[in-house]
Nanobody
Framework: QVQLVESGGGLVQPGGSLRLSCAAS????????MGWYRQAPGKERELVGT???????NYADSVKGRFTASRDNGKNTVILQMNSLRPEDAAVYYC???????????????WGQGTQVTVSS
């Protein structure tokens, strides 16, 4: 029904930047909330940030001031710009989207498969 595909992960040195992208495809009527989560080895998945369809954002304290989420509603895409990366930011990053299939329909949450971010010198 709905596919979310992340891209943009990779290896970066501490202090560097990466830009993650996530595109949703399928029989989508609308997307309300889109978000980014991450999971490091041995740790639980944690919230990185979310963005509403109107552009309101919310971030984890650990990334405030360094990460910025944006979205293109016409393309069903969410971007995560990550600056001043730290070794502790290394994780698999997942995007999600709350999707509805009709005007009066409920929303369902879908997840991408994740993209690896490694921060190391």
């Amino acid at each position: 029904q709905v596919q979310l595909v992340e891209s943009g992960g990779g290896l970066v040195q501490p202090g560097g930047s990466l830009r993650l992208s996530c595109a949703a495809s399928g029989s989508i009527f609308s997307i309300s909330l889109m978000g980014w989560y991450r999971q490091a080895p041995g740790k639980e998945r944690e919230l990185v940030g979310t963005i509403t369809s109107s552009g309101s954002t919310n971030y984890a304290d650990s990334v405030k001031g360094r990460f910025t989420a944006s979205r293109d509603n016409g393309k069903n895409t969410v971007i995560l710009q990550m600056n001043s990366l730290r070794p502790e930011d290394a994780a698999v990053y997942y995007c999600n989207a709350d999707v509805s299939f009709r005007a009066d329909g409920p929303y369902f949450r879908y997840w991408g498969q994740g993209t690896q971010v490694t921060v190391s010198s």
